[in-house]
């Protein structure tokens, strides 16, 4: 059985006067890929925050490994997690190797070079994520799914043992989408390398994710697997809209979760089939 890497009790955090995450908890192993789900505004990203020991809460604990997060410095919490956010910004015209290299900045002292060691760490970070090729690249030549390969190969070079990830495949097409969480799902079954994952796609996120966390107006709705989670009652009141009807049957190919959204009846109709307040 795999050990507790991650455990959230009862955490709460707000800006000003809004709460933005109520009283959440719950726990992540070892070598565990979670979806975090929910609409805009949910606290998903957030949360992610949090874990990643950028924002403080005011309430509840986190803790990685055994130890509150917020207890280790921030070189010792970056040597266990890694980020990747949802857009990063690099100052200088770097190469995909370069800029995997930043990876190990956590696992260097001051002004200590990076050694062949290093050097090595960074080559097998290239060869997991597929951009061996790419590594003398100049990062803004890449397209978006190139970049977030080298992102996350970035993040492998700091050899975590958590993974968090915002939005990984937004701004993505659809081949790029599935390659992604494809390649999250190779590195968390060959690396036993633990991720959380903020996503929106939820009929993409299913065939990936075995356990997801739904969230809802900066609550804990749902947690557990699949089927647990994604359904149309959890949905409909997390995603509660006049606009659209959502409807979660099984997918005829995988049978997981899949989900459907409509329009709802824009306009009401009488009985004879007349627009009402059609003019004739």
Do not use: W
């Amino acid at each position: 059985m795999n050990k507790k890497l991650l455990e959230v009790q009862e955490i709460r955090f707000r800006y000003n006067s809004a709460f933005a995450l109520k009283d959440l908890s719950f726990e992540l192993t070892a070598g565990e890929m979670i979806a975090i789900i929910g609409p805009n505004g949910s606290g998903k990203s957030t949360l992610l925050k949090c874990v990643s020991g950028l924002f403080q809460p005011e309430q509840g604990n986190i803790t990685l490994a055994g130890k509150n997060i917020f207890d280790y410095t921030a070189r010792e919490r970056a040597r266990r997690v890694a980020v990747v956010p949802q857009e990063t910004a690099l100052a200088f015209d770097l190469t995909v190797a370069e800029a995997v290299l930043m990876g190990r900045q956590p696992h260097l002292k001051p002004f200590q070079r990076e050694t062949p060691a290093d050097v090595a760490k960074v080559e097998a970070a290239l060869e997991q994520t597929g951009i061996r090729s790419l590594s003398q690249r100049s990062v803004p030549t890449l397209s978006g799914g190139e970049r977030q390969r080298m992102l996350i190969a970035r993040a492998l070079a700091q050899e975590p043992q958590l993974l968090i990830l915002d939005e990984p495949t937004s701004q993505l097409d659809i081949t790029y989408q599935g390659e992604i969480l494809g390649l999250l799902q190779r590195l968390n079954s060959h690396c036993q390398v633990a991720a959380l994952v903020a996503i929106h796609d939820l009929n993409l996120a299913v065939q990936y994710f075995d356990r997801f966390i739904l969230l809802a107006q900066g609550r804990i709705l749902a947690q557990g697997r699949a089927a647990e989670v994604v359904t149309d009652e959890n949905l409909r009141q997390a995603y509660a809209s006049r606009a659209v009807e959502i409807i979660v049957n099984r997918h005829p190919v995988h049978q997981r979760p899949f989900v459907t959204v409509y329009p709802k009846q824009q306009q009401a109709f009488e009985p004879s089939g007349r627009k009402k307040g059609a003019v004739e």
